[in-house]
T-cell receptor, first 114, second 112 residues
Framework: DSGVTQTPKHLITATGQRVTLRCSPR?????VYWYQQSLDQGLQFLIQYYNGEERAKGNILERFSAQQFPDLHSELNLSSLELGDSALYFC?????????????FGPGTRLTVL | TQLLEQSPQFLSIQEGENLTVYCNSS?????LQWYRQEPGEGPVLLVTVVTGGEVKKLKRLTFQFGDARKDSSLHITAAQPGDTGLYLCAGAGGTSYGKLTFGQGTILTVHP
């Protein structure tokens, strides 16, 4: 158990819909990262928040957005869903934001868009 | 854009054999991390290397960071069925803060 929790574990929805994925970081960790894992693209970095502020952005679509709340939990919002958005979405947290900081990954949310 | 090429993509071996997984890039990374991922779970960190030429050992696993900090390798000695899983290398550094760039992964199967 990494200490990072993600809900829900599975999500099945239809194209055009909007969903929200939730992540609670390990106690004391200030940094939260979101990653998408698909068979063809592998694990791709989406976005990072540090203590409530956006720190880095990866290949995140404009239809996707995220935020980190004062209690440090984070939400990833995916809208106008397409079939290609079906993937595993992982949240990770680390104490700070350094390149050598260990990132602890949650169990992931499996999103299926039908 | 930083890219990490990981090879081989698939590895199927017998128990007791040795194996090496490679991770190469044309970019310099400040750190290189190796993860192992089981089906239905998130990646779990095995090791972080930060110094060029660094070698770290974790029981039967040996990790090496290239002198130029552009490549890394994972060597497993006397593989066991419990080593079966997806192995991922990931690089971090530069102005990207802690964000990780992952390789495509190596699916290792060790047969008893």
């Amino acid at each position: 158990d990494s200490g990072v929790t993600q809900t829900p574990k599975h999500l099945i929805t239809a194209t055009g819909q909007r969903v929200t994925l939730r992540c609670s970081p390990r106690s004391g960790d200030l940094s939260v990262y979101w990653y998408q894992q698909s068979l063809d693209q592998g694990l791709q970095f989406l976005i990072q928040y540090y203590n409530g502020e956006e720190r880095a952005k990866g290949n995140i679509l404009e239809r996707f957005s995220a935020q980190q709340f004062p209690d440090l939990h984070s939400e990833l919002n995916l809208s106008s869903l397409e079939l290609g958005d079906s993937a595993l979405y992982f949240c990770a947290s680390s104490a700070q934001t350094g390149y050598a900081d260990t990132q602890y990954f949650g169990p992931g949310t499996r999103l299926t868009v039908l | 854009t930083q890219l990490l090429e990981q090879s081989p993509q698939f590895l199927s071996i017998q128990e007791g054999e040795n194996l090496t997984v490679y991770c190469n890039s044309s970019s310099v990374f400040s750190s290189l991390q190796w993860y192992r991922q089981e089906p239905g779970e998130g990646p779990v960190l095995l090791v972080t290397v930060v110094t060029g030429g660094e070698v770290k050992k974790l029981k039967r696993l040996t990790f090496q960071f290239g002198d130029a900090r552009k490549d890394s390798s994972l060597h497993i000695t006397a593989a066991q069925p419990g080593d079966t899983g997806l192995y991922l290398c990931a690089g971090a550094g530069g102005t990207s803060y802690g964000k990780l760039t992952f390789g495509q992964g190596t699916i290792l199967t060790v047969h008893p």
